[in-house]
């Protein structure tokens, strides 16, 4: 029998890939004859990068050290590039809410690192770019990415301005002269939001919470997206150019990029369909299982296409409001011990399932 295993990652304890294989392990331990494809998935956010180097034949990845972290520090940027000259870039790699360690600086915090990363790849030869955007520590429209490809944000004396939302406001007029050129295959961006730039559903008022941004704050985010969109033109009403802090939005008008759900891009680029074609069963799953999971997500996909596969689906998750899924805190008993232990649990699932099989019911 064939078995897909298409888990998307769990949050704080495991990659998708390694979820995978977990989940893998197990199942073989009880059936070694079973076929088993492995097609680790994301929707764009944290992990991204990772699950598709790891279900993409040819994929290299590429280490670009030096670049500009969100908090203006040094990191280590990387992309994976693909055999026919597509460049694979996850935004929270240099500009992600973990790399300020818990301090948040929602006025100054930036995109400039992936601007570098993607620089790196094109310098390599990369004739495509699909950016992952979840996961962003910034909300500067992609105004620090776009000024790490050559784009001038001046102020009303002529200086460049500083990296950060916050200094939007004191934007005066854009100088494009030196700003590269959109690869020639084009650009893509994975994303799971359809949030406009501005707004009250826009990336300053939805998601400068969670970066840290008051109401104060908010209010100086929304206004220096808004003098950024007066200057730099496009449709800041565009849903999906709110992503990762209006970042969406920053390419999408300076270099014609294109938004896309990312669950179905990923599923697109790893065969997840041509992989359910004669399947028995596919096994998906994340960190916590509920209705919102449905709504974009990397499971909902899955789940979504099994079904129009005709393919029975079962979902294991860390945890989860819905019954019909195989928890790893149930299994084990304690939910630290499930987080602390998720791997040895996801193997523990796997052969759980697999004992089950068919009808399938755990």
């Not at 955007?133 to 790490?148: E, I, K, N």
Request: with cysteine; net charge negative; charged share 20%.
């Amino acid at each position: 029998m064939r078995v897909v295993v298409a888990p998307d990652s769990f949050k704080g304890t495991v990659t998708a890939r390694d979820a995978a294989l977990a989940l893998a392990a197990g199942w073989r331990s009880v059936r070694p004859d079973d076929e088993l494809l492995l097609r680790p998935m994301a929707d764009g956010g944290e992990g991204t990068l990772d699950a598709l180097a790891a279900a993409l034949p040819g994929a290299v990845p590429y280490p670009v050290p030096d670049c500009t972290g969100p908090d203006g520090g040094p990191v280590t940027g990387r992309y994976a590039l693909l055999p026919d000259g597509t460049a694979l870039v996850e935004l929270a790699d240099t500009g992600g809410l973990p790399l300020l360690g818990g301090a948040l600086a929602p006025l100054t915090a930036g995109t400039r690192g992936t601007g570098e990363t993607i620089a790196a790849a094109l310098d390599a030869g990369a004739r495509q770019v699909t950016v992952a955007l979840g996961g962003s520590a910034s909300t500067d429209g992609g105004a620090g990415l776009l000024a790490a490809l050559g784009l001038r944000l001046l102020d009303d004396t002529g200086a460049d301005l500083p990296d950060g939302g916050g200094a939007l406001t004191r934007a005066a007029r854009l100088d494009r002269t030196a700003l590269r050129a959109a690869p020639p295959g084009g650009v893509r961006l994975l994303t799971d939001v359809t949030n406009p730039l501005l707004g009250p559903t826009g990336a300053a008022a939805v998601y400068g919470p969670q970066k840290g941004a008051d109401p104060a704050r908010i209010a100086v985010l929304e206004a220096g997206l808004r003098r950024f969109a007066d200057l730099l033109g496009g449709d800041p009403a565009l849903p999906g150019s709110g992503a990762a802090g209006g970042t969406a939005y920053g390419l999408v008008t300076a270099w014609g990029a294109q938004v896309v759900p990312g669950a179905a891009a990923v599923a697109e680029l790893t065969g997840l369909d041509e992989a359910l074609t004669g399947a028995g069963l596919v096994i998906t799953g994340e960190g916590r299982f509920d209705r919102t999971s449905l709504l974009g997500k990397a499971v909902g996909e899955v789940l979504a296409r099994a079904e129009r596969a005709a393919v029975p689906a079962r979902v294991v998750a860390g945890e989860a409001s819905d019954p019909g899924a195989l928890t790893l805190t149930g299994l084990s008993g304690d939910p630290a011990d499930a987080r602390h232990r998720a791997a040895h649990w996801l193997t523990a699932a796997g052969a759980r399932l697999a004992r089950a099989a068919p009808p399938f019911t755990v």
